[in-house]
């Protein structure tokens, strides 16, 4: 089942973000068979400075989604200030946004 993975960071924490990006990036990789897509939240003045992380992947269960945010490297670094996880049923072809 895929979940979206709605990631705000905390307010001033860019540099933060930027030291555990690296393992982050290793972290994701692991499931990368199973990312629907994936990317930063950035603000929308600018386009490029990030707010948190937009994820949506295909885990067996809700519980298998959680245990792997819980050790995702931004969240042990404590980045978030908030974090969503839902269920997500897919319906629509991608068209914007994506490779051709």
Known sequence: ???VFWLTD???AGDLRQ????QHKEY????????AFAG????DGDGSTMLGSLLVIDFDSR????A???NEPFTQAGLYASTAIHAFINL??????FPA
Not at 19 to 22: L, T
Not at 28 to 35: S, T
Not at 63 to 66: D, G, S, T, V
Not at 92 to 97: E, L, N, V, Y
């Open 92 to 97: 629509w072809p991608q068209k914007a946004g």
């Open 10 to 12: 905390r307010p001033g």
């Open 63 to 66: 519980e298998a989604a959680m």
């Open 19 to 22: 030291r555990v990006r690296p």
């Open 68 to 70: 792997w945010l819980a």
């Open 1 to 3: 089942m895929l979940f």
């Open 28 to 35: 994701l990789a692991r499931v990368q068979e199973r990312i």
């Open 40 to 43: 930063p939240l950035v603000h």
